[in-house]
């Protein structure tokens, strides 16, 4: 198989995949337009050099392995901490801190979590947000 044909199959076999995806880093605008169509957003509000976040993010990625519905009907937005702790959306959110956890639908929040890493209280909320999702 020649370099290009090889290159242009795995490029075109990557699409579908990178179509269903519904996990994306934060951009401004990002979370206005995912609300505005109607997807239920999941915020993760983290840094890359916070212990709470990386257990957070441990509990959170061993969910969505548990439960593919998650990733299937709840946009996960990254927010890095370090680049946007003083933006618009932190402000008008009221986001205290790094390891905040925040799931949204439409104009309501539906739950938040600040700096909690429990399994059980990070999958109530992804389950409140999933229960938005599929209404």
Known sequence: MKRREFLILTAAATLP???HARAANYTPGLVKEHLAEGDTVFLDFKASW???CAAQERVINALK????A???NIVFINVDWDNYRGSDLVRSMNI???STLVAL???Q???RIVAGTSKKQIKA???SALDAASA
């Open 70 to 72: 998650y990733e299937k």
């Open 105 to 107: 639908k439409g104009d």
């Open 96 to 98: 205290p801190r790094r």
């Open 109 to 111: 929040e539906l739950g």
């Open 50 to 52: 916070c212990s709470t």
């Open 65 to 68: 392995s548990d439960n593919p």
């Open 17 to 19: 995949l990178a179509a």
């Open 125 to 127: 909320l992804m389950d």
